[in-house]
């Protein structure tokens, strides 16, 4: 995102977050055979606090990339709806056999 300074530019929020989303789980497209498998160890019970972590950073992440500066309650809310979401939505694309995703996206 920070390559892609001019594009981030012309959206407004929603528009940069699923930007954010969409080129994050686009990453996971060269992994798709082995991604079922992580997601279950990831799901773990001993791991799930380090698999939680890691998916909060992410989450935070993708709110400082597109500007994100709240303080307040809306920082929390921001952060666990986007978390539903993207969960969610990776959990879709390992079954949407639409080329390229589309229905994912």
Do not use: C, F
Request: glycine share 4%.
């Amino acid at each position: 995102l920070k390559q892609q300074p001019e594009q981030l530019q012309g959206l407004d929020v929603q528009g940069r977050v699923r930007m954010a989303v969409q080129q994050r789980l686009s990453m996971i497209h060269p992994h798709m055979d082995n991604w079922p498998q992580a997601l279950a160890l990831a799901a773990r019970p001993g791991n799930l606090p380090h698999s939680a972590k890691l998916l909060m950073q992410l989450i935070d992440d993708i709110w400082y990339a597109v500007g994100d500066t709240s303080t307040d309650a809306s920082w929390y809310t921001k952060r666990v709806t986007l978390a539903a979401i993207y969960s969610a939505t990776e959990l879709y694309m390992l079954t949407d056999y639409s080329p390229h995703y589309q229905d994912t996206w």
